[in-house]
């Protein structure tokens, strides 16, 4: 796991640029400790890569277009491909620390065009309206989706075929936050 301590952009834009983020493999995790970011906040940006994450201390809070979101320590997240955000730290200095997995859709959908991606993936990442799924622990359904994001993060990349055990997480993740984001797709 990359720990993260700031964002880069690529020139000229707001998208984050995203370093070791591979073709072969279009999948970052990350720690981002947020209280070393300068300003103590993440600045608007995008990214192509869908964000799914879990707030392992302090509180952060999500900003998009649509409004805000708050997200304390055992709560986490979804935030769509494309979508203007930005978050800062709510929580003390030096205890806000967020687990970001980071992929392509593509890791899960497959080649363009596959059932899969039309079937699974679209439906969310085709979505204007979703643009930031929140995740409480006080709900059981999303505290156990909130567990298995949590423990896709312990995934040993040095382990093999960790690339297919995680891929696999991912998947079955997708589908409970597929069902998790119906509501707002119909």
Partial sequence: M???RGIEFHAGSREERLPDFAPDFPYIASRAELDCYPERLVPWHWHRAVELFYM????LEYSTPQGRA????GSGGFVNT?????T???????????LVH???PSLIAGEPGSRIGQKYVLPLTAAPQVELIALSPADPAQAALLADIRAAFSLSEAADG????LRSALSEIWLRLLEQARPQLE
């Fill in 102 to 104: 980071l992929f392509d």
């Fill in 162 to 165: 960790c690339e297919l055990r």
């Fill in 88 to 98: 800062r730290p709510v929580g003390r200095a030096g205890e806000n620390v967020q």
């Fill in 2 to 4: 990359k720990q993260v």
């Fill in 82 to 86: 494309g979508v203007l955000h930005m």
């Fill in 70 to 73: 708050l997200f304390p320590a």
């Fill in 56 to 59: 392992e201390s302090g509180a």
